[in-house]
């Protein structure tokens, strides 16, 4: 099965810029989303087809590819952002939705 | 406005049975492919199922395969998820999400979540 890889935690200060990735093998040819989900909330979609964002989200979120990982990177980044984030793909092989492990951002 | 809200969660024992729904309203539902989500306490999410906006297609993860099973009534702008043969690790909250039109597109709208809890 389709395996989505992101670190487990990542940590930044305010103001500065956090970058997200989400590996997986041929994930170029994948459309990748993102979600953000703050504790005791249901998840929010914040990027998707690769880079798009929906309304109401900061264009201090963005989405990239390059090679086999996807990214999502926040700039400008707020205590508001503390979060955990999924990136998730479709598998056309299995047909399955898979999410990545989720990576929790801690704002220090 | 868009809204999707689950019921039906609970405890269960091991090998029980539970029947979760979602409700759908806000937008045409019957367009619409919609997919249930999992979050075992302190975990990630895991994707469950899926069903096609016909019901005719429907696909499941491992993990659940041949014990839920997934349905949907476009006249009552419902989806189900008939779980049987429950293990203690299926404990977790369960979300409905809306798959945005068209295939492959993102999980754009969430319901709160109901929590089932499998426990002898």
């Known amino acids: 099965s389709y395996v989505l890889t992101q670190p487990p935690s990542v940590s930044v200060a305010p103001g500065q810029t956090a970058k997200i990735t989400c590996e997986g093998n041929n994930i170029g040819a994948k459309i990748v989303h993102w979600y953000q989900q703050r504790p005791g909330q249901a998840p929010v979609l914040v990027v998707y087809?690769?880079?798009d964002r929906p309304s109401g989200i900061p264009e201090r979120l963005s989405g990239s590819k390059s090679g086999n990982t996807a990214t999502l990177t926040i700039s400008r980044v707020e205590a508001g952002d503390e979060a955990d984030y999924y990136c998730?793909?479709?598998?056309?092989?299995?047909?399955?939705?898979?999410f990545g492990g989720g990576t929790k951002l801690t704002v220090l | 406005e868009v809204q999707v809200m689950e019921s039906g969660g609970g405890l269960v024992h091991p090998g029980g049975s539970l029947r979760l729904s979602c409700a759908a309203s806000g937008f045409t539902f019957s367009s619409y492919e919609m997919n249930w989500v999992r979050q075992a306490p302190g975990k990630g999410l895991e994707w469950v199922s899926y069903?096609?906006?016909?019901?005719?297609?429907?696909h499941y993860a491992d993990s659940v395969k041949g014990r839920f099973t997934v349905s949907r009534d476009n006249a009552r702008n419902s989806v189900y998820l008939q779980m049987n043969s429950l293990r203690v690790e299926d404990t977790a909250i369960y979300y409905c999400?809306?798959?945005?039109?068209?295939?492959?597109?993102?999980?754009?709208?969430w319901g709160q979540g109901t929590l089932v809890t499998v426990s002898s």
């Open positions: 069903i096609h906006s016909s019901g005719n297609f429907i």
């Open positions: 999400a809306r798959e945005d039109i068209p295939a492959d597109g993102p999980f754009d709208y």
């Open positions: 998730q793909v479709w598998d056309t092989s299995s047909l399955h939705r898979v």
């Open positions: 087809d690769d880079g």
